[in-house]
């Protein structure tokens, strides 16, 4: 991240490409649906690209300044302890040190579903890198070298490093006290080093599998953890304002982190002020809230501005990965080759403590019972606790590893079953009136639709010499493989509140509590929606940066939510200002406001295209007589039903909007090496309503990346402390511009959605399939049983030679 340099000229805007819609015509209020949706959809470059590019942008990092404190936080090194010494007057006595706090300066727990995650370590470790005492100096040098006087004394305790270790009969308990914990949620089973058990029971699961014409393939899959690597680390800086914190911060998330802050310091969440610039990537690691109030008790604590920036390695080293978890899944398959049974296991690793883990176990049932029709269905997942470091969210979270193991089994069904796995997934799909694993209704036949699309697709760009079949040789000698994968996500809805501010120069102002963090949903898709909304180019549309005293409640970027949420919001609120206008318009044109349309940054009677007036004629008028011209909107999830009684200890019942996918993946393995090569990608991509195609192909294109970086390269592998041994770019292996193919990307559009203007998200849902089309393809070209990723070319190879 570099300084904006003050003497370059303003960034022109970026030209909008040949035929591109810029105006964003909106439309009367009598006008349809489909022509308000029409006028929001424009294929615009990213506004904030030329910036981002030429290194203006200032993130986080880049707005700590001369005058502030710099912070450092000291680490546990062992996995499990008890705290016998921590004293922290030899670093009160060190130069430059303004303040240092410890366990007694954040008395408050934290945690998703159970309250069990302190600030500082308190009275025992239990996980290395856990954080111990913080340290905030006129220098970083001086903060790290009074970390290094505090006297600590730690008694090593046995460690349950594995899940294995954990779930054992008698296994240490990583949290003793587990039972005293506030529990925030209702439903989950707790038990020992279980922090949270969710499940799915519907149907008869057990009389299915006892009937004898069933056959029954059961399989196990294994996954390791994935980091997020954002170019950003995580970085806060704090100021203690007229009693009151305010946060400047890299999230995903800043009302969670205005009541994370105030839950651990004490204080009342209206103490806490969390305002957000632009965010160099999060990925879903930035949905966590353990920096930002360590900064913010410095802050109190001395006074001053302190910054708070994780280095790379210790960013590596704390990172909440994509969590290692192990799945079994066992099927029942009758005569028909319909699925009348399936049971499913899922161990999840969420380390020291619950966090995102607990929440994530509800996705097991929407990914492993969301593909296909089961007549009865038994899915079980487990967050367990090991002394470990924390994980957390990450794109598309568990959804990616269920979905390879779930695709993986389909395969191995067939392969048992003797059946074409291309044709027993399109006769299985869930469609229109199929029910899921919770009993929710699905509406559309939109897998199926896009399995026919996928085929085409295939027949029309199959890679260069690949034989006609899913497997086979090529000419150069490589062994290669075909396979075509289906994937159910959703998007997480949750409240969200916007208002729109017109001006008497004929812009706008959005405010909400949404975050830049790379995808371009607040700087293209809303501005597109209130553009198109209003009538004027999306340009004079500006997104102010969220600001928690500014904005209402909102629940995070990510989850595929923010266009959708937020969207809708936006709508509503625009629709309050259109009414406004179109009211004072009305009667300035002697014109019933049904016949006036919003176009061109015009007030125009719809029959006389250029008789009309200029908005900033119509919102001066209002001005004078009304006041300023403004709406708010609100939105939150309906809520879809599912069949009472059949979940237990979930977060979300049932899903608002599916998101589906189909991915194709053609690969060549060297037979001699176990070296991977992607001769060809193919991505369809449920989309609802493509807002800005151009944009939406580049969340297909980089999601598909990530996730071949996951299938074939990436894994944050453990030491014997528990510790990760992965803490930098030259030991933690994500794909370079040469790994990445081109993808093909389709487009699926028209499927059911509640979203604004018919629209899904589009951010998460990528990624989805890739580790499950690549492992597929690659058990077609080897024969091998892969059974656990990465697949690394050892890896691989042992497995080919029977060694895996």
């Not at 519907?202 to 009389?207: I, K, L, Q, S």
Request: glycine share 12%; aromatic share 4%.
């Amino acid at each position: 991240m570099t300084a904006p340099d003050a003497s370059a000229p303003p960034a022109a805007p970026d030209a909008a490409p040949s035929g591109a819609a810029v105006s964003g015509d909106a439309v009367s209020g009598a006008a349809s649906a489909d022509a308000v949706a029409s006028a929001t959809v424009m294929d615009l470059p990213r506004r904030d690209a030329r910036d981002k590019l030429l290194g203006r942008t200032r993130y986080t990092i880049d707005r700590i300044g001369a005058g502030m404190l710099h912070a450092a936080i000291l680490r546990a090194e062992g996995p499990a302890g008890r705290i016998v010494k921590l004293d922290l007057a030899p670093a009160r006595a060190m130069p430059g040190v303004r303040g240092v706090v410890g366990p007694r300066d954040a008395p408050g727990l934290h945690g998703i579903g159970v309250a069990d995650h302190p600030l500082f370590a308190r009275g025992h470790v239990r996980h290395p890198g856990e954080a111990l005492a913080a340290v905030a100096a006129d220098t970083l040098e001086q903060a790290r070298a009074a970390l290094a006087v505090i006297e600590v004394e730690i008694a090593p305790d046995p460690a349950a490093l594995t899940l294995a270790e954990a779930i054992a009969p008698g296994a240490r308990l990583v949290h003793p006290d587990w039972r005293s914990y506030e529990t925030l949620a209702e439903g989950g089973n707790r038990r020992d080093n279980i922090a949270w058990e969710a499940r799915v029971d519907r149907g008869e699961v057990d009389a299915a599998f006892a009937r004898p014409d069933v056959r029954i393939v059961e399989s196990r899959y294994s996954v390791g953890r994935q980091s997020h690597v954002p170019f950003e680390p995580r970085a806060a800086i704090a100021r203690w304002e007229d009693g009151r914190v305010h946060l400047e911060c890299s999230t995903q998330a800043p009302w969670t982190v205005r009541r994370v802050t105030a839950t651990v310091m004490g204080l009342a969440p209206s103490a806490v002020r969390v305002t957000v610039p632009p965010v160099g990537g999060g990925f879903g690691l930035k949905f966590d809230c353990t920096v930002e109030p360590i900064a913010a008790i410095l802050a109190r604590r001395t006074g001053r501005a302190v910054a708070l920036e994780l280095s790379r390695p210790e960013e590596a080293a704390t990172c909440l990965c994509r969590e290692n978890a192990e799945i079994r899944i066992r099927s029942a398959i009758d005569p028909s080759g319909a699925i009348a049974a399936r049971e499913a296991e899922v161990l999840m690793d969420c380390g020291a403590y619950g966090g995102e883990q607990v929440f994530l176990t509800t996705m097991t049932a929407h990914t492993l019972g969301g593909n296909y029709r089961l007549g009865a269905a038994r899915l079980v997942t487990k967050a367990v606790y090991t002394n470990t470091p924390p994980n957390g969210a990450f794109r598309a979270c568990n959804g990616v590893y269920c979905t390879f193991a779930l695709e993986r089994h389909t395969d191995e069904i067939c392969a048992e079953l003797g059946l074409d796995p291309i044709a027993f997934r399109r006769a299985n799909v869930v469609g229109e009136g199929d029910i899921g694993a919770t009993g929710q209704v699905f509406r559309g036949n939109v897998l199926g639709d896009m399995l026919d699309r996928m085929e085409g697709a295939s027949a029309a760009s199959r890679a260069p010499g690949a034989p006609v079949g899913l497997s086979g040789r090529l000419p150069d000698g490589r062994l290669y493989g075909r396979a075509r994968t289906v994937g159910t996500w959703f998007v997480f809805v949750g409240p969200s509140s916007a208002t729109v501010h017109l001006h008497d120069d004929g812009s706008a102002t959005l405010v909400t509590a949404g975050v830049e963090i790379g995808s371009g949903s607040m700087a293209q898709g809303l501005p597109q929606i209130v553009a198109a909304q209003l009538g004027i180019p999306p340009g004079k549309v500006v997104v102010r940066q969220a600001d928690t005293d500014a904005s209402g409640l909102d629940m995070g970027v990510g989850g595929g939510r923010t266009t959708v949420s937020l969207g809708a919001a936006s709508l509503e609120a625009c629709a309050a200002v259109r009414g406004q206008l179109l009211e004072a318009a009305s009667e300035m044109l002697q014109t019933p406001a049904e016949g006036l349309v919003l176009r061109g940054g015009r007030v125009e009677i719809a029959a006389s295209p250029g008789a009309g007036v200029g908005l900033p004629e119509v919102v001066a008028r209002l001005q004078s007589t009304r006041g300023p011209v403004a709406g708010h909107g609100a939105f939150t999830a309906p809520g879809e039903p599912s069949l009472p009684g059949c979940a237990a200890g979930h977060f979300i019942e049932a899903i608002d909007i599916p998101v589906h996918a189909v991915h194709e993946a053609e690969v060549a393995v060297d037979p001699d090496t176990g070296h991977v090569e992607v001769l060809a990608y193919r991505a369809a991509q449920d989309v609802g309503l493509a807002l800005n195609p151009r944009a939406v192909r580049g969340q297909v294109q980089g999601g598909v990346v990530q996730g071949l970086g996951y299938a074939l390269h990436e894994e944050a592998s453990l030491d014997a402390r528990g510790a990760i041994l992965q803490t930098g770019f030259e030991t933690y292996r994500i794909p370079g511009a040469l790994d990445a193919p081109a993808v093909e990307t389709i487009l699926h559009e028209g499927g059911p959605s509640l979203g604004p203007l018919g629209i899904k998200g589009a951010g998460e849902a990528p990624i989805l399939n890739v580790p499950a089309a690549i492992a597929c393809a690659v058990a077609n070209a080897t024969g091998a049983a892969v059974a656990s990723l990465p697949l690394t070319p050892p890896r691989l190879l042992a497995l080919m030679r029977g060694r895996g």
